[in-house]
């Protein structure tokens, strides 16, 4: 439910873009420089929900970024100014960084206490969400209403599907450890013994292979973020498309 939660708030923002433009009175550079608050709130809550999720637990963190989150969604559409829809969209970032990090943590625990492959499972319901975030964000568009009670009305409902899905999160059966906590390094002689453990050589965080793969998520959120983002836009600037047929040229992410 928390993978679903998290594909359909996203997802209802971004039909609404061009009438946020259009009240904002945004030109192409203002609105770039807005979208951009949802970068400048995710990249540093990430790192900081994965020191978070070492110290109090996945679920936790979860449960907190997923009501957090559901919340944020009714900030964008009480902004009255360039500098308001920025600072709306940095915490709604910050919300979605935290939770896409804590609930995958989350669902990897839940994963290896079943035994099951579960974890596409869970991403086939944010794929899922997301289409209906995206389907809502269209009628709203299409039934000309307006972007602040389309905001407010899903922060109301998603923060009471938040509560009930936070509810129902089963607690990790892994325990994430914290960086200082101490762990027995290979060679350490067993307890009782006075035998002095080898130091263990220092273990590169940036390997080839994982500056590969995030150069190669780099060109893909990229891709995905231009269509999402400026998918509408187009439709309704460019090819003067009404609210309605121009909010389906939003592609909502298929993964979290």
Known sequence: MVFFINGLVLASWAPRIPQVKEQLQLSDGQLGLALLGVALGSVPAMPAAGSLVNRFGSRAVARTAVLLYAAAIALPGLARSLTELMVSLAVLGAAVGALDVAMNAHAVDVERSSGRARLSSFHALFSAGALAGALVGTLAAAGGVAPRAQFTASAVVAVLAAGSAAATLRPAAHQHPGPARSRSAPGTSAPGTSATAPASAPVSRFTP????????GLCVLLIEGVVTDWGSVYLADSLHAGPGPAAP?????PWP
């Open 209 to 216: 292979r994982l500056l590969l793969l995030s150069a190669l």
């Open 249 to 253: 040229g939003t592609r909502p992410s």
